[in-house]
Protein backbone atom coordinates (compact mmCIF):
# COMPACT_ATOMS: atom_id res chain seq x y z
CA UNK A 1 0.00 0.00 0.00
CA UNK A 2 1.24 3.45 -0.60
CA UNK A 3 2.31 5.68 2.42
CA UNK A 4 0.72 9.06 3.02
CA UNK A 5 4.63 10.61 0.97
CA UNK A 6 3.49 9.09 -1.87
CA UNK A 7 -0.74 9.61 -1.68
CA UNK A 8 0.58 13.20 -1.37
CA UNK A 9 3.26 12.60 -4.42
CA UNK A 10 0.04 11.97 -6.68
CA UNK A 11 -2.11 14.71 -5.17
CA UNK A 12 0.65 17.15 -6.18
CA UNK A 13 1.01 15.15 -9.90
CA UNK A 14 -2.02 15.74 -10.63
CA UNK A 15 -2.60 19.82 -9.47
CA UNK A 16 0.76 20.11 -11.47
CA UNK A 17 -1.27 18.25 -14.27
CA UNK A 18 -4.16 20.24 -14.60
CA UNK A 19 -2.30 23.25 -13.74
CA UNK A 20 -0.13 22.48 -17.17
CA UNK A 21 -3.33 22.01 -19.09
CA UNK A 22 -5.31 24.76 -17.66
CA UNK A 23 -1.69 27.29 -18.69
CA UNK A 24 -1.47 25.28 -21.98
CA UNK A 25 -5.23 27.39 -22.87
CA UNK A 26 -4.68 30.32 -21.18
CA UNK A 27 -1.83 30.47 -23.97
CA UNK A 28 -4.23 29.36 -26.87
CA UNK A 29 -6.71 31.51 -25.86
CA UNK A 30 -4.50 34.33 -25.77
CA UNK A 31 -3.31 33.43 -29.08
CA UNK A 32 -6.51 33.32 -30.03
CA UNK A 33 -7.21 36.99 -28.67
CA UNK A 34 -4.15 37.77 -30.11
CA UNK A 35 -5.04 36.60 -33.49
CA UNK A 36 -8.38 38.75 -33.22
CA UNK A 37 -7.30 41.76 -32.98
CA UNK A 38 -4.52 41.70 -35.61
CA UNK A 39 -7.41 40.35 -38.26
CA UNK A 40 -9.16 43.49 -36.79
CA UNK A 41 -6.43 45.90 -37.68
CA UNK A 42 -6.22 43.62 -41.06
CA UNK A 43 -9.85 45.18 -41.32
CA UNK A 44 -9.76 48.24 -40.35
CA UNK A 45 -6.85 48.70 -42.46
CA UNK A 46 -9.31 48.01 -45.98
CA UNK A 47 -12.06 51.02 -44.96
CA UNK A 48 -12.48 53.70 -47.25
CA UNK A 49 -10.88 56.03 -44.90
CA UNK A 50 -7.48 54.46 -45.21
CA UNK A 51 -7.61 53.84 -49.34
CA UNK A 52 -8.95 57.28 -50.27
CA UNK A 53 -5.80 59.69 -51.30
CA UNK A 54 -7.02 63.15 -50.24
CA UNK A 55 -5.19 66.38 -51.35
CA UNK A 56 -6.25 70.09 -51.02
CA UNK A 57 -6.42 72.85 -53.83
CA UNK A 58 -4.35 75.63 -52.78
CA UNK A 59 -6.27 77.74 -53.95
CA UNK A 60 -8.52 77.22 -50.95
CA UNK A 61 -6.22 79.43 -48.97
CA UNK A 62 -4.95 81.61 -51.59
CA UNK A 63 -4.67 84.64 -49.33
CA UNK A 64 -1.94 82.59 -47.81
CA UNK A 65 1.38 81.78 -50.05
CA UNK A 66 1.87 77.98 -50.29
CA UNK A 67 4.71 78.18 -47.71
CA UNK A 68 1.56 78.85 -44.93
CA UNK A 69 -0.75 76.91 -46.65
CA UNK A 70 1.53 73.93 -46.36
CA UNK A 71 1.87 74.55 -42.27
CA UNK A 72 -1.67 75.27 -42.13
CA UNK A 73 -2.44 71.87 -43.87
CA UNK A 74 0.74 69.57 -42.64
CA UNK A 75 -1.59 68.26 -39.40
CA UNK A 76 -4.49 67.46 -41.09
CA UNK A 77 -2.80 64.49 -42.26
CA UNK A 78 -3.76 64.65 -45.87
CA UNK A 79 -1.67 63.01 -48.35
CA UNK A 80 -0.61 65.75 -50.74
CA UNK A 81 -2.16 69.37 -52.25
CA UNK A 82 -3.21 71.11 -55.45
CA UNK A 83 -1.05 73.42 -56.50
CA UNK A 84 -2.52 76.35 -58.93
CA UNK A 85 -0.80 78.39 -60.63
CA UNK A 86 0.55 82.24 -59.79
CA UNK A 87 0.35 80.92 -55.98
CA UNK A 88 3.50 83.12 -54.31
CA UNK A 89 5.86 80.59 -52.84
CA UNK A 90 6.80 82.09 -49.56
CA UNK A 91 6.50 85.81 -47.64
CA UNK A 92 10.82 85.65 -48.38
CA UNK A 93 10.10 85.30 -51.87
CA UNK A 94 7.43 87.66 -52.64
CA UNK A 95 7.57 87.82 -56.62
CA UNK A 96 7.82 84.21 -57.50
CA UNK A 97 5.01 82.02 -57.75
CA UNK A 98 4.11 78.44 -58.17
CA UNK A 99 4.77 77.90 -62.64
CA UNK A 100 7.16 76.08 -64.75
CA UNK A 101 9.26 79.86 -64.76
CA UNK A 102 10.78 79.09 -61.47
CA UNK A 103 14.45 78.58 -61.08
CA UNK A 104 16.47 75.10 -59.42
CA UNK A 105 17.09 77.26 -56.48
CA UNK A 106 13.31 77.99 -56.10
CA UNK A 107 12.04 74.53 -56.94
CA UNK A 108 13.92 73.23 -54.39
CA UNK A 109 13.22 75.47 -52.19
CA UNK A 110 9.29 74.66 -52.42
CA UNK A 111 10.69 70.41 -52.39
CA UNK A 112 12.36 71.05 -49.01
CA UNK A 113 8.67 72.45 -47.90
CA UNK A 114 7.16 69.33 -49.04
CA UNK A 115 9.84 67.33 -47.09
CA UNK A 116 9.79 69.39 -44.05
CA UNK A 117 5.66 68.31 -43.99
CA UNK A 118 6.12 65.13 -45.36
CA UNK A 119 3.71 66.19 -48.50
CA UNK A 120 3.79 66.09 -52.53
CA UNK A 121 2.69 67.86 -55.10
CA UNK A 122 -0.48 65.52 -55.90
CA UNK A 123 -1.58 67.43 -59.22
CA UNK A 124 -1.35 71.15 -60.76
CA UNK A 125 -3.95 72.87 -61.71
CA UNK A 126 -5.93 74.84 -63.15
CA UNK A 127 -3.08 75.58 -66.14
CA UNK A 128 -3.47 76.22 -69.51
CA UNK A 129 -1.09 75.55 -72.10
CA UNK A 130 -1.86 77.01 -74.95
CA UNK A 131 0.49 75.66 -77.52
CA UNK A 132 3.07 73.04 -77.61
CA UNK A 133 5.79 74.61 -75.84
CA UNK A 134 3.70 75.40 -73.28
CA UNK A 135 1.95 72.38 -72.86
CA UNK A 136 5.54 70.50 -72.63
CA UNK A 137 6.80 72.78 -70.11
CA UNK A 138 4.13 72.58 -67.30
CA UNK A 139 4.45 67.98 -67.92
CA UNK A 140 8.24 68.82 -67.18
CA UNK A 141 7.38 70.57 -64.18
CA UNK A 142 4.69 68.67 -62.89
CA UNK A 143 7.60 65.57 -63.91
CA UNK A 144 9.95 67.42 -61.61
CA UNK A 145 7.88 67.39 -58.52
CA UNK A 146 6.91 63.44 -58.58
CA UNK A 147 3.37 65.09 -59.64
CA UNK A 148 1.15 62.60 -61.44
CA UNK A 149 -1.71 65.02 -62.52
CA UNK A 150 -2.00 68.04 -64.63
CA UNK A 151 -5.63 69.67 -64.52
CA UNK A 152 -6.58 71.67 -67.39
CA UNK A 153 -8.73 73.60 -68.88
CA UNK A 154 -7.42 74.17 -72.63
CA UNK A 155 -8.75 74.30 -75.83
CA UNK A 156 -10.13 70.81 -77.53
CA UNK A 157 -7.63 71.09 -80.38
CA UNK A 158 -4.72 71.05 -77.99
CA UNK A 159 -5.57 67.56 -76.60
CA UNK A 160 -3.60 65.76 -78.67
CA UNK A 161 -0.08 67.79 -77.60
CA UNK A 162 -1.57 67.14 -74.09
CA UNK A 163 -1.59 63.15 -74.88
CA UNK A 164 1.67 63.41 -76.73
CA UNK A 165 3.62 64.82 -73.61
CA UNK A 166 1.35 62.85 -71.21
CA UNK A 167 2.54 60.13 -72.48
CA UNK A 168 6.14 61.19 -72.69
CA UNK A 169 6.22 62.08 -68.75
CA UNK A 170 4.15 59.43 -67.47
CA UNK A 171 1.47 61.78 -66.42
CA UNK A 172 -2.64 62.06 -66.32
CA UNK A 173 -3.93 64.86 -67.64
CA UNK A 174 -7.51 65.73 -66.41
CA UNK A 175 -9.46 68.03 -68.38
CA UNK A 176 -11.38 70.68 -65.81
CA UNK A 177 -14.77 72.64 -66.55
CA UNK A 178 -16.01 75.79 -64.68
CA UNK A 179 -20.35 76.50 -64.91
CA UNK A 180 -22.54 76.73 -67.75
CA UNK A 181 -21.44 79.88 -68.66
CA UNK A 182 -17.93 78.92 -69.61
CA UNK A 183 -16.22 79.45 -73.07
CA UNK A 184 -16.31 75.36 -73.77
CA UNK A 185 -18.69 72.53 -72.91
CA UNK A 186 -16.74 70.39 -70.73
CA UNK A 187 -19.38 70.86 -67.77
CA UNK A 188 -21.54 68.57 -70.52
CA UNK A 189 -20.77 64.94 -68.94
CA UNK A 190 -21.67 63.11 -72.52
CA UNK A 191 -19.87 65.96 -74.66
CA UNK A 192 -16.70 65.23 -72.53
CA UNK A 193 -17.21 61.30 -72.94
CA UNK A 194 -17.44 61.68 -76.33
CA UNK A 195 -14.13 63.98 -76.53
CA UNK A 196 -12.07 61.91 -74.28
CA UNK A 197 -12.85 58.51 -76.34
CA UNK A 198 -9.40 57.61 -78.18
CA UNK A 199 -7.07 59.29 -75.78
CA UNK A 200 -5.35 57.13 -72.74
CA UNK A 201 -4.00 59.98 -70.35
CA UNK A 202 -6.50 62.62 -70.70
CA UNK A 203 -9.47 62.27 -68.41
CA UNK A 204 -11.98 64.06 -66.64
CA UNK A 205 -11.77 66.45 -63.52
CA UNK A 206 -15.67 66.90 -62.42
CA UNK A 207 -16.14 69.50 -60.21
CA UNK A 208 -18.91 68.72 -57.93
CA UNK A 209 -19.37 72.43 -57.04
CA UNK A 210 -19.70 73.60 -60.44
CA UNK A 211 -21.91 70.94 -61.45
CA UNK A 212 -24.56 72.14 -58.81
CA UNK A 213 -24.33 75.95 -59.54
CA UNK A 214 -24.87 74.65 -62.88
CA UNK A 215 -27.98 72.68 -62.08
CA UNK A 216 -26.24 69.61 -63.25
CA UNK A 217 -26.75 66.19 -61.10
CA UNK A 218 -23.14 65.73 -60.03
CA UNK A 219 -24.20 61.74 -59.85
CA UNK A 220 -25.17 62.18 -63.71
CA UNK A 221 -21.25 63.38 -64.38
CA UNK A 222 -19.59 60.64 -62.43
CA UNK A 223 -21.66 57.96 -64.14
CA UNK A 224 -21.34 59.12 -67.57
CA UNK A 225 -17.64 59.74 -67.31
CA UNK A 226 -17.21 56.07 -65.54
CA UNK A 227 -13.81 54.92 -65.76
CA UNK A 228 -12.55 58.16 -67.40
CA UNK A 229 -12.07 60.12 -64.12
CA UNK A 230 -8.60 61.38 -63.41
CA UNK A 231 -8.94 63.68 -60.46
CA UNK A 232 -12.34 65.47 -59.45
CA UNK A 233 -12.66 68.73 -56.69
CA UNK A 234 -14.84 67.52 -54.17
CA UNK A 235 -17.79 69.75 -52.52
CA UNK A 236 -20.67 70.29 -51.21
CA UNK A 237 -23.38 73.56 -50.79
CA UNK A 238 -26.09 73.82 -48.59
CA UNK A 239 -29.00 73.79 -51.64
CA UNK A 240 -28.74 72.57 -55.42
CA UNK A 241 -29.04 74.46 -58.62
CA UNK A 242 -28.42 77.75 -56.83
CA UNK A 243 -26.14 80.01 -59.71
CA UNK A 244 -24.58 81.95 -56.27
CA UNK A 245 -24.32 78.88 -53.90
CA UNK A 246 -22.02 78.57 -51.35
CA UNK A 247 -19.30 75.80 -50.29
CA UNK A 248 -20.36 74.18 -46.68
CA UNK A 249 -18.33 71.22 -45.51
CA UNK A 250 -18.57 68.06 -46.75
CA UNK A 251 -21.39 65.88 -45.36
CA UNK A 252 -23.42 69.14 -44.10
CA UNK A 253 -24.74 70.14 -47.37
CA UNK A 254 -27.58 68.52 -49.79
CA UNK A 255 -25.57 67.19 -52.96
CA UNK A 256 -25.08 63.58 -51.77
CA UNK A 257 -21.71 63.35 -50.93
CA UNK A 258 -22.02 59.48 -49.06
CA UNK A 259 -23.36 58.14 -52.30
CA UNK A 260 -20.96 59.88 -54.40
CA UNK A 261 -18.47 57.96 -52.50
CA UNK A 262 -19.99 54.36 -53.03
CA UNK A 263 -20.49 55.83 -56.62
CA UNK A 264 -16.80 56.24 -57.28
CA UNK A 265 -16.00 52.66 -55.42
CA UNK A 266 -17.98 51.39 -57.30
CA UNK A 267 -15.83 52.49 -60.25
CA UNK A 268 -12.80 51.27 -58.63
CA UNK A 269 -11.64 55.20 -58.72
CA UNK A 270 -8.09 55.25 -57.33
CA UNK A 271 -7.31 58.89 -57.73
CA UNK A 272 -7.02 62.31 -55.45
CA UNK A 273 -10.04 63.33 -53.62
CA UNK A 274 -9.39 67.20 -53.90
CA UNK A 275 -11.30 69.65 -51.25
CA UNK A 276 -11.19 72.72 -53.09
CA UNK A 277 -13.43 75.10 -50.48
CA UNK A 278 -14.40 78.56 -52.54
CA UNK A 279 -15.59 80.59 -49.37
CA UNK A 280 -13.92 82.73 -47.37
CA UNK A 281 -15.32 82.51 -44.19
CA UNK A 282 -13.61 83.04 -40.22
CA UNK A 283 -13.79 79.31 -40.52
CA UNK A 284 -12.20 78.26 -43.44
CA UNK A 285 -9.42 76.37 -42.11
CA UNK A 286 -11.96 74.62 -39.71
CA UNK A 287 -14.13 73.92 -42.37
CA UNK A 288 -11.35 72.86 -44.86
CA UNK A 289 -10.33 70.00 -41.26
CA UNK A 290 -14.05 69.19 -41.62
CA UNK A 291 -14.12 68.04 -45.15
CA UNK A 292 -10.68 66.37 -45.04
CA UNK A 293 -12.20 64.29 -41.69
CA UNK A 294 -15.70 63.12 -43.41
CA UNK A 295 -13.11 62.14 -46.75
CA UNK A 296 -11.36 60.23 -44.17
CA UNK A 297 -14.19 58.54 -41.72
CA UNK A 298 -16.83 58.39 -45.24
Known sequence: MPNLVSY?????????????????????FAIFICALVLC?????????????????????????????????????GIDGVECYPEQVLSKSMPEVRITPKMTKEQRNYLKSLFKKHNLKMASYGVCFGHNESGI????????????????????????????KYADKYGLTVSIHHHKKDSRNRYYDADYMREKLNGYKHIKGNPDIGHLSLSGIEPMYYLKVLSGRIGSLHFKDQPEFGNPNGRCVPLGDGVLGNKSMLEELDRQGYSGYYVVEYEEDVPSLIEDIEKCVLFLRQN
Open 40 to 76: GCSVGDSRPDSRRKVAVQTYSLHKYTLEEALEILAPM
Open 136 to 163: REICEFAKDFGCGSVITEDREDLFPLWE
Open 8 to 28: IEIIVACFMGSYRILYGMEKI
